[in-house]
């Protein structure tokens, strides 16, 4: 749950760098900004390389990527499929206690939170398209052996806390 919580925080700092007349690598810096902040700096090394791109006439216009590089510069009414991911992210001892026989031999994970964002004119923050639920218990899932339905602690995709062994 921390580093989804860190992850969060470096996604509302990409939407607050996606203003008209920024460079797209801010975006990138932005999010390592946010993870150190956050008090997660170790997690930098596992941030995704690539932030996103631009959409529109093509699905992923290779000239409008967020990364470390592009010194392109935002526009009003652009839109942007952002991405902010952690990758490899290692597990901790701790982070396994109680869980299960398979969870154990985990050694990592990875998270992504992706939306639709549009570049808004004047001083606002990227407009957020994809309306949904953030809340660690809404998104998150975990996987037990021994049956198709929620088990023990679980419950059905309306929502709410699932078993398993939380990062």
Known sequence: ERAYEALL???AACLEAMRPGNELRGVVEAARRALRTA???ALEPCLMK???FSTGLE???ASLVMNAKNSSTFRAGMVFCLSVGLQSVPLAEEDLRGASEEMRG???FSLLVADTVLVRGGDEPAEVLTKMKRNFEDVSYYLK???D???EGEVDSGGG???GAGA
């Open 50 to 52: 690539s932030l996103g």
């Open 9 to 11: 925080q470096a996604h």
């Open 149 to 151: 339905g929620p088990g």
């Open 59 to 61: 699905m992923r216009d």
């Open 106 to 108: 985990l050694r990592s």
């Open 161 to 163: 806390r699932r078993g």
């Open 145 to 147: 052996d021994g049956g």
């Open 39 to 41: 008090g997660a700096a």
